[in-house]
């Protein structure tokens, strides 16, 4: 058999499927050419349109929602490594720890947990490793032990229907379970509006309920509608265990509270009926929207978070302006800053924002490349800019891409931090003579509606004259 005439879907099938599935179920822990996103949605008018789909050729599993490695293949035309950089952005996007590539001859091995030594390996068909080889390695990496194994392990929640969490859903939960197995109390969820936070925050509950890692857990939202959507919908699940608290009254008979500020604090001391629970009362207290009423350090609201400070504490935030993020950043300390790709992907930063005429400029002088640099304090409220203290980053030299146009060096000792120049670039102030999009726009339909009479009256005069 001549390998040089095949197929990239024939080496599939008759190399690279069978060396898998050789240590994997393919019922439970394999997925082929699964796309793990729709595209990106494009709007032109009252036109719309989908952007290019992201499909891996394998995404294997160590138990459900739970991946391990991702497997780029390649026809035998290609070099074994040929699909690894593929592969790579595809680990990266979805947090997994191993990427491979094959074209059908052999495996090439990239460890991205490797922080020295051995980082990239080949390996034969036959050497595929199996699912407890790599969640051996991965376990090692992260020092887990059996307790924190159990946690980070415990099932997501499956009511039957097929819904399973997107994929940045699937990182910040998985991450926020592990962050909190290996004992981070103070953790921050940024995800942009629509994405699922209610969703994500249930499945990290969920997990961390059913595991015994938490047993009494709070969930503080600012507006009663939330609270009643939260507990009719993701939240009903967990049926007779929770309550949500009403007419200022604290059943300590529960184990999941659903709360408004407003219900457990008031102006008067008496009024103050969160300390009618024991400072240590609660294990875990999320937060949604955190940066409305909890982020100030005046904030009134404040007080029901410091009052359970031995509790670990999720706050989910969408991040609109980075001056009212600090703040909320630093009452979390910024533990595992998470963000939501696809959300944010759509959001671009305010200097981006601007005139037309101002984005292709910016665009000319990214091709003639003209990136001035320039030094950003950590502690500038004005700069869009997230300070790389308060942000969880790569190791040192690595590339760091956030999705909002973002792809900067991260900062190492007193380096100044580097990024597009888009921006950075401040908003300049507009000539006091200029004209706005909607003054232009207001002028031009007055041109048009003095022709269009004019012409009228020269029709009625000829009409007249006749």
Request: charged share 30%; with cysteine; aromatic share 8%.
């Given at each position: 058999?001549?390998?040089?005439?095949?197929?990239?879907?024939?080496?599939?099938?008759?190399?690279?499927?069978?060396?898998?599935?050789?240590?994997?179920?393919?019922m439970t822990q394999v997925l082929e050419e699964h796309s793990f996103t729709k595209g990106r949605v494009i709007?032109?008018?009252?036109?719309?349109?989908?952007?290019?789909?992201?499909?891996?050729?394998?995404?294997?599993?160590?138990?459900?929602?739970?991946?391990?490695?991702?497997?780029?293949?390649?026809?035998?035309?290609?070099?074994?490594?040929?699909?690894?950089?593929?592969?790579?952005?595809?680990?990266?996007?979805?947090?997994?720890?191993?990427?491979?590539?094959?074209?059908?001859?052999?495996?090439?091995?990239?460890?991205?947990?490797?922080?020295?030594?051995?980082?990239?390996?080949?390996?034969?068909?036959?050497?595929?490793?199996?699912?407890?080889?790599?969640?051996?390695?991965?376990?090692?990496?992260?020092?887990?032990?059996?307790?924190?194994?159990?946690?980070?392990?415990?099932?997501?929640?499956?009511?039957?229907?097929?819904?399973?969490?997107?994929?940045?859903?699937?990182?910040?939960?998985?991450?926020?379970?592990?962050?909190?197995?290996?004992?981070?109390?103070?953790?921050?969820?940024?995800?942009?509006?629509?994405?699922?936070?209610?969703?994500?925050?249930?499945?990290?509950?969920?997990?961390?309920?059913?595991?015994?890692?938490?047993?009494?857990?709070?969930?503080?939202?600012?507006?009663?509608?939330?609270?009643?959507?939260?507990?009719?919908?993701?939240?009903?699940?967990?049926?007779?265990?929770?309550?949500?608290?009403?007419?200022?009254?604290?059943?300590k008979a529960f184990e999941i509270y659903l709360s408004l500020y407003q219900a457990v604090t008031g102006t008067?001391?008496?009024?103050?009926?969160?300390?009618?629970?024991?400072?240590?009362?609660?294990?875990?207290?999320?937060?949604?929207?955190?940066?409305?009423?909890?982020?100030?350090?005046?904030?009134?609201?404040?007080?029901?978070?410091?009052?359970?400070?031995?509790?670990?504490?999720?706050?989910?935030?969408?991040?609109?302006?980075?001056?009212?993020?600090?703040?909320?950043?630093?009452?979390?300390?910024?533990?595992?800053?998470?963000?939501?790709?696809?959300?944010?992907?759509?959001?671009?930063?305010?200097?981006?924002?601007?005139?037309?005429?101002?984005?292709?400029?910016?665009?000319?002088?990214?091709?003639?490349?003209?990136?001035?640099?320039?030094?950003?304090?950590?502690?500038?409220?004005?700069?869009?800019?997230?300070?790389?203290?308060?942000?969880?980053?790569?190791?040192?030299?690595?590339?760091?891409?956030?999705?909002?146009?973002?792809?900067?060096?991260?900062?190492?000792?007193?380096?100044?931090?580097?990024?597009?120049?888009?921006?950075?670039?401040?908003?300049?102030?507009?000539?006091?003579?200029?004209?706005?999009?909607?003054?232009?726009?207001?002028?031009?339909?007055?041109?048009?509606?003095?022709?269009?009479?004019?012409?009228?009256?020269?029709?009625?005069?000829?009409?007249?004259?006749?």
């Amino acid at each position: 058999m001549d390998k040089k005439a095949l197929t990239e879907t024939d080496i599939r099938t008759k190399f690279i499927t069978p060396a898998i599935l050789a240590r994997w179920d393919v019922m439970t822990q394999v997925l082929e050419e699964h796309s793990f996103t729709k595209g990106r949605v494009i709007v032109r008018g009252k036109m719309t349109s989908r952007g290019k789909v992201r499909k891996a050729d394998y995404i294997l599993f160590y138990k459900p929602n739970l991946p391990l490695a991702v497997v780029e293949a390649k026809d035998n035309n290609h070099t074994v490594g040929a699909g690894m950089q593929q592969a790579l952005d595809y680990a990266e996007t979805l947090d997994v720890p191993f990427a491979y590539s094959s074209n059908g001859d052999a495996f090439l091995e990239h460890d991205r947990l490797a922080s020295g030594g051995t980082v990239e390996r080949e390996l034969t068909l036959e050497q595929f490793p199996s699912p407890e080889d790599l969640w051996g390695r991965y376990r090692a990496a992260k020092g887990l032990t059996d307790r924190q194994e159990s946690i980070a392990t415990q099932d997501y929640y499956d009511d039957g229907s097929g819904k399973v969490p997107r994929y940045y859903q699937q990182v910040a939960i998985n991450r926020t379970v592990e962050a909190i197995a290996l004992g981070q109390n103070r953790i921050l969820l940024v995800m942009a509006t629509g994405t699922g936070k209610t969703y994500t925050a249930f499945q990290i509950i969920w997990r961390l309920w059913k595991s015994g890692a938490k047993k009494r857990i709070l969930f503080l939202v600012d507006r009663n509608i939330l609270a009643d959507q939260t507990k009719t919908n993701d939240f009903k699940t967990f049926g007779k265990a929770m309550t949500k608290i009403t007419n200022r009254t604290a059943d300590k008979a529960f184990e999941i509270y659903l709360s408004l500020y407003q219900a457990v604090t008031g102006t008067e001391e008496d009024q103050n009926i969160y300390k009618q629970f024991s400072p240590d009362f609660f294990d875990l207290v999320v937060v949604d929207e955190c940066h409305r009423g909890s982020a100030a350090a005046e904030a009134s609201w404040r007080r029901v978070l410091e009052y359970f400070s031995s509790a670990t504490q999720i706050g989910m935030t969408d991040a609109k302006r980075d001056q009212r993020g600090l703040q909320h950043r630093l009452l979390w300390r910024s533990a595992l800053h998470l963000l939501s790709q696809a959300g944010h992907r759509r959001r671009l930063p305010r200097p981006l924002q601007g005139h037309s005429n101002r984005s292709r400029q910016g665009s000319r002088r990214l091709a003639s490349g003209d990136r001035p640099d320039r030094q950003v304090r950590p502690a500038d409220r004005g700069s869009r800019v997230q300070p790389a203290r308060l942000r969880q980053d790569p190791g040192p030299g690595e590339t760091h891409r956030a999705r909002r146009g973002e792809d900067h060096r991260v900062p190492q000792g007193d380096q100044p931090l580097r990024q597009d120049h888009r921006l950075l670039r401040e908003r300049r102030p507009r000539r006091a003579n200029a004209e706005s999009a909607r003054q232009r726009q207001r002028r031009s339909r007055c041109c048009k509606q003095q022709i269009r009479h004019a012409h009228h009256r020269r029709q009625r005069r000829r009409k007249s004259a006749a």
